[in-house]
């Protein structure tokens, strides 16, 4: 049994909890990503209750998609909150460079919250460590930058691993990297399918309780896999999500 069967099996035996702070755009599509995948969602972003679900959550993923301040202030404290409560926080950081408002509040929650691993592409990277990009909204849009450094000294700037999306993705623990090829270009025509791509990483952090880079890596290479099994059977984005959804649900998702 390979590494991201063995992973994948203990997550369905545990269903772990993946708490959910997220933007209205695909709220729906990551909670069923997660439903199909085996873990259990749950998606509270009030102030009055983010640290409290937090607390008993397995893992917490805070996305900044659709931006306010009371989203900033549930955010910090569901991020505390889990980090005081020992389970691993996922940060996207969803069109970090579009906004001054967004880069000031990602550099507050990463100042405030010790986030495990932050998962981003390759022009929300550049927006965190201050590299010139060209990008257009959450697009990774093109650089000339050495991606692979810039996310070493992100991750070892803040502390934690960061995963980059691409055409091939990367983990970094700021010292050492791991590559994931595959995956196909219809999973980039399905909004959510990279804010999903961070709930699977946190619900496969979740149940890995030792190399969290290598978990992470795992989950990257199943979620590709999934893509790459959904677009054998999709006409075009449309069926594409259903049938991604099925390839998530799957126990064959990982196979070749």
């Known amino acids: 049994m390979n590494q991201t069967e063995n992973l994948l099996t203990k997550l369905r035996a545990e ?16 909670a069923n ?10 998606m509270a972003d009030a102030i009055e209750e983010a640290a409290e679900i937090a607390a008993v959550s397995s893992a917490t993923v805070l996305n900044i998609g659709t931006l306010k301040r009371d989203t900033v202030e ?42 495990t691993l932050i998962r981003c592409n390759a022009g929300e990277l550049a927006a965190i ?8 909204g959450v697009d990774a849009g093109d650089g000339d930058a050495d991606i692979e450094e810039i996310a070493k000294e992100v991750a070892r700037k803040h502390n934690c691993l960061v995963a980059v999306s691409g055409t091939i ?7 050492e990297i791991m590559k994931i090829t595959g995956g196909h270009p219809l999973m980039t025509r399905v909004t959510g399918v990279g ?5 699977v990483v946190g619900a496969f952090l979740a149940v890995a309780h030792e190399n969290q880079m290598e978990a992470a890596a795992t989950a990257l290479t199943f979620y590709k896999c999934a893509g790459e099994k959904a677009a054998k059977l999709a006409v075009g984005p449309g069926d594409f999500a259903v049938h991604f959804l099925n390839a998530l649900y799957s126990e064959e998702a990982f196979e070749e």
Do not use: M, Y
């Open 74 to 115: 549930a955010i910090i404290l569901a991020g505390k909150s889990a980090v005081k409560h020992g389970s691993p926080v996922v940060l996207d950081p969803v069109g970090v460079g579009a906004t001054s408002f967004r880069k000031e509040n990602v550099q507050r929650i990463l100042n405030e919250v010790d986030v």
């Open 129 to 136: 460590a201050g590299v010139d990009w060209q990008a257009k």
């Open 15 to 30: 269903q772990p909890l993946i708490h959910c702070i997220t933007n209205i755009v695909v709220a729906n599509f990551q």
């Open 169 to 175: 993705d990367i983990v970094t623990d700021g010292h």
């Open 33 to 42: 990503g997660l439903l199909a995948l085996g873990a259990s969602p749950v």
């Open 195 to 199: 804010c999903l791509l961070s709930s």
